[in-house]
């Protein structure tokens, strides 16, 4: 296996991305101008063509630069550009990839090179190339392997067939700060974690030496194209039979250099014009206070709020990796918080239990607009504003973002050019409270019309498929990395300005169930569990319900605050109630939902608020009344909802 012997220090800087020190020299590459650069110390360059295609396509080389350089010179010669960034001996781990994050940005904003990459995995360089093309699917237009080593086991590590190299083993485990067992049990080689990159269908062609005995092909680009072709990603094999072969058949002669230049040109050109993730965003005030935690304080709390699309695996697992392995020296805790079907409002009473028990938070990523769908404007902005204030009460020097995600009725109001309520409000909180914002449904949006992506592929119902999730990903991404300041300056408790709205739910709370008063037919079940075969959802299963399901069954609350709610799941038999605050005239609540038929929803409802800040009772009894599609009287309570004001 080839070395360089080039010198590098390698820097961890605090942001994501830092200035770039140009060097004031050209040479010449094969016959064309290259300029050399400086990234974090890195020895870097990027060849120019004679004249550059427009949208200025780029080829990038993970390693071994000058190792046949046909298709390179090819490339230069049809007008791409080729750049290389020296990390080598740091086999693709991730403070290596954060330099070529940094060489990516220098070339894309500095030098308006095109959004998507053509990448080159000439042998080790396939850890390189497909660590970075994992965590960035978006930024690449296909990929070239040539012999790549596409899990470390097989190559350095000599585990299967292969002889593998002792030094470069030991390195390996040194920049990845890995023992032995943590090296064999890591499950993040080219070949793993694939569904991202085949999501946004990377082309990918190896060339392989079919009795290669120092990069298995068995070991390395076989199990790669299998886990490739079973996501969806398309990829062809070479194998190379003609000419010399060295090195115990890894290396070969490349016999069609015309064949694979035309494979990287045609998949990277014309440049597609492509919506930027940053139109996305708003900064706002940045996050001051979370990147001193991590930069100097070392420690952080990070927390996510939401329903469904944060519950579920995808942007938030990516999120948490990227700061984990941007902040490598700090300890990171975080708390996932998303509950399936949840909004703003139940938010505004959860936020105490689910996240501000656990202790401080640095960072709150607060998500509800899909499914504050069917919530009343006013309740929205009482929540949300509830939630984003309760949350500084109880840490003034919390950051908070705001998101926004998708839903079908959000486009159609963009289609009509209406904004959504749920968006409305978004914004409104993002603007008062000076939040940072992404505005993910308008991006979604966008994106469709500009041929990006598609409902019907990338989305399922209202939740991102892997390409969606992808696309959460890099534009909550682009946001923490707009927000990072040079010099962070001492934490500061956040401004806090005057309130929207009077009756918001600043210091909502779940209420113990045994504090109701119970008459005939009310009973507590202390580990509730469906047996009608409806779903259900974490958090409102196996655990204490307040329940009756006879008509004429009653009990009082005695609360102290100036609002007050149930949360309950209703089911196929959810029937309707009535309720009354201080003997005022009773309302009904028709308990029984859209989704009832098949699930068990966790729904909160509001039954009294803008009360004085003072003792009240709630009175509920079940109603004979009930839904049409309901196939019974049934109310089971949660929990019991109170805001002290």
Known sequence: MMKFKYLFILAISFGAFLPVK?????NLWKGFEKVTVSI??????????KQALPGNPWVWRASFPDWHTEIDSILLTKGFYVAFVNVDNQYGNPQALQVWDKFYAYL??????????????????????YGWAKRNPDKVSCIYGETPVCDFKSWPGGKGKGPGDANSWKELKEVYHFTEEQALAYKDNPIDNLDGLASFR??????????????????????????????????SIQPITQGPVELQGHHVKIDRPEYYADFIYSNSYPVKNELRYSNYVTTASKLNNFYYAVTVKKKATVSFLGGSITFNPGWRDKICRYLKETYPETDFHFIAAGIPSLGSLPHAFRVQRDILDSGKTDLLFLEAAVNDRGTDSTTQVRALEGTVRHARNANPYTDVILMAFVDPQKMENYAKGKLSPELFNHELIARHYNLPYVNL?????????????????????????????????????????????????????????????????????????ANAKLGKDWQITPDWDPKDGLSTRPGFVHVPVLNADEPGAELTLPFKGNAVGIAVVAGGDAGTISYAIDNGPYKDKDLFTEFSSWLHLPIYHILGDNLSNGSHVLKIKISDKKNGSSKGHACRIVHFLVNNK
Not at 109 to 118: C, D, G, I, L, T
Not at 216 to 234: I, M, Q, S
């Open 22 to 26: 140009a060097q004031d020299k050209a």
């Open 202 to 235: 990377v082309p990918v062609l190896h060339t392989i030496g079919l009795n290669d005995k120092l990069v298995p092909p068995d070991e390395n680009t076989y199990p790669f194209a299998k886990n490739y072709l079973a996501l969806g990603g398309p990829v």
């Open 40 to 49: 974090d110390g890195h020895n870097a360059y990027y060849v120019k063509p």
């Open 441 to 513: 449904a308008l991006e979604v949006n966008d994106k469709i019309k500009n041929k990006e992506l598609t409902w019907a592929d990338d989305f399922k119902d209202i939740h991102p498929a892997y390409y969606g999730q992808e696309l959460y990903f890099a534009t909550i991404r682009t946001l923490l990395q707009e927000c990072v300041e040079d010099k962070y300056k001492v934490p500061f408790k956040i401004p806090v300005p005057q309130v929207i709205d009077k009756a918001r739910y600043e210091n909502g709370s779940y209420y113990d169930l």
């Open 108 to 129: 894309t904003e500095k030098q308006s090179f095109a959004h998507r990459v053509a990448l080159e995995a000439v042998s080790r360089g396939g850890l390189y190339v």
